[in-house]
């Protein structure tokens, strides 16, 4: 079996593209007729599609969220990390909103309490992960602590205690309700009787 040399090339100086030596004059002048190097990639590209190509590759753009012009090639990045109205959300309530305006948002969100349902206490938003944390270690501890040292009898009386306390915060409520009333009853009748003892 015969084997066939390489064809020789030649180099196109327009496109720079090794033709056939056989049809470099031919490519020549089609390439220099129909073909432009893009100044930017470098790619060819037909003449009559040249401006598009640069329109529709490499022409800055406007983010469409805050009309900022960029290359077209990090538009994506911008929107998605770098863009000032991107949408975030809250890390505390998870409110969406735009990231110009996420600092001062959990500035006052993050202020806000809730009670920690370990301790009731009140806490804030900002701090009650560690919180949380720190909780459940002493009550870890605490729990640890009073199995080890209470004795039967003592772990069957405190529930007779925990009920004892309820009905002392119940009672209190009961007593605040009734002096409430009392008092507006009072200073709805006291004064009539002062207008009375005037009046004889």
Known sequence: METVPDQATTVCPHCDRAIPAA???LHSVHCLRKLEKCKVCGDMVPKQHAEDHYLNTHAPVACSLCSETMGRDILDIHKGENCPQRIVTCEFC??????????????????RTEMCHLCNKYVRLREINIHEVNCNRLEDNAAAGSSRDERPAERDESAPRRQQNEFSKSRLLITIAITGIAVILGSIFYPRKVEDSNVH
Request: hydrophobic fraction near 40%.
């Open 23 to 25: 049809n470099i004059d």
């Open 94 to 111: 998870e409110f969406p909103l735009p990231a110009l305006d996420l600092a001062e948002h959990q500035e006052v969100c993050g202020n």
